[in-house]
């Protein structure tokens, strides 16, 4: 059986002082969540902090991207794969409709950072996506088609396994909407049925996380839906009673 998995996306946010806080808080709430995985994912200057304040707790943590570039050298602003090693790192996110979107991150260009986080021994959360404009013309799923399969066609069937999915409405992201529990199980059903067509196992091994606008109030009736795995969180991720409640709503 899947074991479910929230993690939380901070994004641009935090500081020394406020993230102790959050911490410290989802450490000593720990003991209530343990049959859930719960990751914090904070900005590249803070996994120093989150390393040191979680490595002998069961929270793991991770980035929010990796670099394209494996190597080391004159690469100014990079972040490379051995780089989120050595701060213990677990997870890293890659293709965030922020990056997709700001950074004009191809598809292409994803499914390499999804194979070098692999490579690397680190699970990349791939997110997929489309835009309100792509869902009223009837694009939904072949846009997310084209998103996961060209992750599928860069990795091996073995290193499917190590990836974890990551559906998020461009359209409700940030915004305080959120997909009805219909159109997330669509997809989701939708995007374990591509991966089982390359590999049965890795199907039902694969976590996919709703990541649209995930709150207390609607949390528990998203997580009960047979094909949703988990979260990825975003500003509630950065209250830590509301964080809880989403972690204790997939429980």
């Known amino acids: 059986m899947r074991k479910k998995l929230v993690a939380g996306n901070w994004k641009m946010n935090g500081s020394l002082t406020e993230n102790e806080a959050l911490i410290n808080s989802l450490i000593h709430r720990s003991a209530r969540f343990q049959s859930v995985q719960v990751a914090v994912i904070p900005p590249y200057p803070y996994l120093a902090q989150a390393q040191q304040l979680l490595h002998s707790s069961t ?34 996110i890659v293709g965030h409709s922020e990056r997709r ?13 999804a194979k070098i986080a692999v490579d690397n021994h680190l699970k990349p959360i791939v997110c997929v996506g489309e835009t309100l404009a792509e869902r009223e013309k009837g694009e939904t799923l072949s846009v997310l088609s084209r998103q ?57 091994e694969l976590n996919i996380l709703y990541g649209g606008s995930v709150k207390p109030s609607n949390a528990l009736e998203l997580m ?28």
């Not at 700001?102 to 950072?113: F, G, L, S």
């Not at 909407?177 to 067509?197: F, G, I």
């Open 59 to 92: 929270i793991v943590w991770g980035a929010q991207d990796v670099s394209l570039e494996t190597g080391y050298g004159a690469f100014t602003g990079e972040v490379n794969a051995g780089m989120l090693k050595d701060f213990g790192c677990e997870y890293v």
């Open 101 to 113: 979107q700001r950074h004009h991150e191809t598809d292409q260009q994803v499914a390499r950072k």
């Open 148 to 204: 996961i399969d060209a992750v599928l066609n860069t990795l091996a069937i073995e290193q499917l396994q190590q990836v974890v999915l990551a559906y998020e409405p461009i359209w409700a992201i940030g915004t305080g909407k959120s997909a009805t529990v219909q159109q997330v199980q669509e997809v989701h059903q939708t995007l374990r049925q591509r991966v089982e067509s390359l590999d049965w196992v890795s199907a039902q």
């Open 224 to 251: 009960s839906l047979p094909d949703v795995d988990g979260a990825l969180v975003g500003g509630a991720s950065l209250v830590a009673e509301d964080f809880i409640a989403i972690i204790e709503a997939a429980a």
